[in-house]
């Protein structure tokens, strides 16, 4: 299969998830605590980030008295700046830690997806007993993937040093970077179903790298649609659901 028909594939799991989402009572019902938990966590990120903007920046760089002209418009600059920033990392934290926080949740909602696709049950725990057995694996795999997202983000930084083009290279790889943890992150839970923890479900990102860029590129459209990134979380879920059961399907897990 072709590169560019693996990232068609893993771009259109949205639209799937969202048909399939629209069709099913039971995945609705599911779906409620993930929309009302990443609501709220969003509600909380924004808020913080428009009233603690000014406060971090009258540390960093407190206004004189006697400030006019271009230091005023400097500091308006900075704070447009800062505050920006800081919606940025507020959007990154609302996804990965509404799906942390969710996750219980989110386990069911797809676990749900493979019993409407006909799948049977992986194994004799379900919904929150086998997430209880599986949290040490959940939490580490969401702590690996929130290090190297912090890392990789941290590096993009540096390009805003350079003059003029910087900023714009930084805006498009961010936005990949955030692209490819997404793809990575929505489909841990079915990976995790299958026995593939850790390295094993990178292996995984690595062989179909095309199908989950795709994937993560259209969950970052999503956020991006004011009333539709509320749906984001489940719309997600069942797309990484689907697309794992697809691969699973073809023998090339």
């Given at each position: 299969m072709s590169a560019l028909r693996e990232w068609y594939q893993g771009l259109g799991a949205i639209f799937r998830a969202g048909g399939l989402l629209a069709r099913s009572p039971k995945l609705q019902k599911l779906a409620v605590w993930p929309v009302v938990i990443s609501t709220l966590l969003l509600v909380a990120m924004v808020w913080l980030s428009l009233t603690q903007g000014d406060t971090l920046l009258n540390r960093l760089w407190p206004l004189t008295v006697q400030a006019e002209g271009m230091e005023r418009v400097g500091r308006w600059l900075a704070q447009a700046a800062v505050t920006g920033l800081l919606l940025l990392i507020s959007g990154a934290a609302f996804f990965f830690g509404s799906q942390l926080i969710a996750e219980p949740f989110v386990d069911l909602l797809s676990e749900g997806t493979e019993t409407e696709l006909g799948l049977p049950p992986r194994d004799g725990a379900r919904g929150f007993k086998r997430w209880a057995k599986s949290i040490g694996w959940v939490i580490v795999d969401v702590a690996v993937d929130l290090t190297l997202f912090v890392l990789v983000q941290a590096l993009l930084l540096v390009l805003h040093l350079i003059p003029g083009i910087g900023s714009v290279v930084h805006l498009v790889l961010g936005w990949l970077a955030n692209a490819v943890f997404a793809g990575a992150s929505v489909a841990g839970m079915p990976l995790s179903r299958r026995g593939l923890h850790g390295k094993a479900r990178w292996q995984v990102y690595g062989r179909h790298k095309p199908r989950f860029l795709g994937l993560g590129m259209s969950v970052v459209l999503v956020l991006l649609v004011p009333l539709a990134s509320?749906?984001?979380?489940?719309?997600?879920?069942?797309?990484?659901?689907?697309?794992?059961?697809?691969?699973?399907?073809?023998?090339?897990?």
């Open positions: 509320l749906l984001t979380l489940p719309l997600a879920v069942i797309a990484g659901t689907l697309m794992v059961t697809d691969l699973e399907r073809e023998n090339r897990l």
